[in-house]
């Protein structure tokens, strides 16, 4: 042996006498075999993934038959998990499809993590946030801010789905999870059931008199007649080269996201849009709300129709278009707010 190669190995031994030394007192050093601290673009575990709404339904009404709705908190749903990631959809969400049958109550109850949900199909249910309540609607946003009390009653003849999406990744990691039960089965309704729709619901006026905190969101439903209105004007405006016609569920109090963790978009892909590469911080989930196009990520091809969903990971290379007659429309999560607010937020357009 040289002695090149045997000081190279003495140095490899007194390195792992030393981290085992100051392991006992909660120190470390770097090791050869440890990850890299820094990489020079993100590096995510999550996977590129497709749901395909044939079997996403099948398997939903499975679980209305043999899943009971319990009181105390627990819901009947269908978890997007991603095989990348030890829990989760995304490194800072969780995705799931919520099934309820007529006559249902999901219990109330609040937590720590910020939630939406998007009404996917059905209709005939309520939801009362913090004494407010509200008819859910197919292509309604109804937001539940983190410690919000919040319940479900279906009053419908027929099964309702809808997306539950809560920042419950990003809380763990954070190490915030918080929970607490309601003392009864549902809430009681305020003496102004409709207050923030009546007061922000317009979303071009606002009551007059001191406005509320910019971070804290005053609105809590966004109806699928307005959104739909807007993205209807927004195709007189010069096509996005990535998404063709987008645009953001905004805070009417200011002007940011509707959720501070949260981006909810919804976009219009036009027949013949061929989009431009591009990639960006942060993951995002696709929902198809109707029509069909087609999504490359990296090196993959997915070829999506209605009631589909996409993940994307942070910084995946991604690519929309549509070759289609029609019109394809598309619900979007995102959690660019967090990069935004760390002011960490990159995005270019891939060449």
């Not at 991603?82 to 999901?106: C, D, H, K, M, R």
């Amino acid at each position: 042996m040289t002695d090149t190669a045997a000081r190279a190995v003495d140095d490899t031994a007194a390195r792992l006498r030393l981290r085992d030394k100051l392991a006992r007192s909660g120190l470390k050093i770097a090791q050869p075999d440890d990850p890299p601290l820094f990489t020079r673009v993100p590096q995510s575990p999550m996977r590129p993934m497709h749901w395909r709404w044939a079997e996403l339904e099948a398997f939903l009404h499975e679980l209305g038959e043999v899943l009971d709705l319990r009181p105390g908190g627990d819901r009947r749903t269908l978890r997007l998990a991603n095989p990348g990631l030890e829990y989760g959809t995304t490194p800072t969400f969780w995705a799931s499809i919520q099934y309820i049958n007529p006559g249902e109550v999901a219990t109330a109850h609040r937590h720590s993590p910020d939630a939406f949900r998007f009404v996917m199909y059905g209709s005939g249910c309520r939801t009362t946030v913090d004494g407010e309540n509200y008819p859910m609607h197919e292509g309604d946003l109804v937001l539940t801010p983190n410690w919000a009390w919040h319940d479900h009653v279906h009053h419908g003849d027929e099964p309702m789905i809808w997306l539950d999406v809560l920042d419950v990744s990003l809380m763990r990691k954070l190490e915030n999870i918080f929970f607490d039960p309601y003392p009864e089965d549902v809430q009681p309704v305020g003496e102004q059931p409709e207050k923030s729709w009546r007061e922000f619901g317009s979303g071009l006026l606002r009551p007059v008199g001191a406005a509320p905190a910019p971070r804290r969101n005053p609105l809590l439903v966004y109806s699928r007649e307005q959104a739909e209105a807007a993205l209807e004007l927004a195709k007189g405006l010069e096509p996005d080269p990535c998404d063709d016609v987008i645009l953001e569920y905004q805070n009417p109090a200011g002007g940011g996201p509707a959720l501070p963790s949260m981006s909810m978009k919804t976009q219009t892909l036009r027949p013949g849009f061929q989009g431009v590469t591009h990639r960006h911080s942060g993951s995002k989930v696709y929902w198809v709300i109707d029509g069909a196009g087609t999504s490359f990520v990296g090196d993959e091809r997915f070829d999506w129709g209605k009631g589909d969903f996409l993940a994307v990971p942070p910084w995946a290379p991604v690519r929309h278009v549509n070759e289609h007659d029609a019109e394809a429309r598309l619900f979007r999560i995102d959690d660019s707010p967090v990069y935004r607010t760390l002011n960490v937020y990159h995005e270019e357009i891939v060449r």
